[in-house]
């Protein structure tokens, strides 16, 4: 994560914010507008617009865990001992996963 500089991963984080804030007003507004029920979800994630917001999001939050996983690994890997490499290979392996799995999901792979 080293290509951002401390400003852009401030603007990145801000950015991320909206994007989670405005899938999860989606969400709501959905589920208050037809109940929390199967049809009424996967109506919604039907949509091409939905399912490409859905994947623009699950992406941001991967970054973002990145992201947090090496702002986490700068402060606190030296302080307990724990090799900086093996924390930012966790939180890599970690969100990939995220990202794999959550695809599949999205896209029914």
């Not at 109940?35 to 009424?40: A, M, Q, V």
């Not at 991967?62 to 402060?75: E, F, K, M, P, R």
């Not at 606190?76 to 966790?90: D, G, H």
Request: charged residues 5%.
């Amino acid at each position: 994560m080293g290509i951002m500089n401390g400003v852009q991963q401030w603007v990145f984080q801000r950015v991320s914010n909206v994007v989670f804030v405005i899938f999860g007003l989606i969400l709501l507004k959905t589920i208050v507008s037809g109940g929390l029920t199967y049809e009424s979800l996967n109506a919604l994630f039907a949509t091409t617009h939905f399912t490409a917001y859905a994947f623009v999001t699950l992406v941001f939050a991967s970054v973002n865990s990145l992201l947090a996983g090496w702002q986490i690994t700068g402060d606190y890997a030296a302080k307990f001992k724990i090799p900086p490499m093996l924390m930012m290979s966790v939180t890599v392996v970690v969100s990939l996963v995220y990202l794999v799995y959550g695809s599949m999901v999205l896209f029914g792979w």
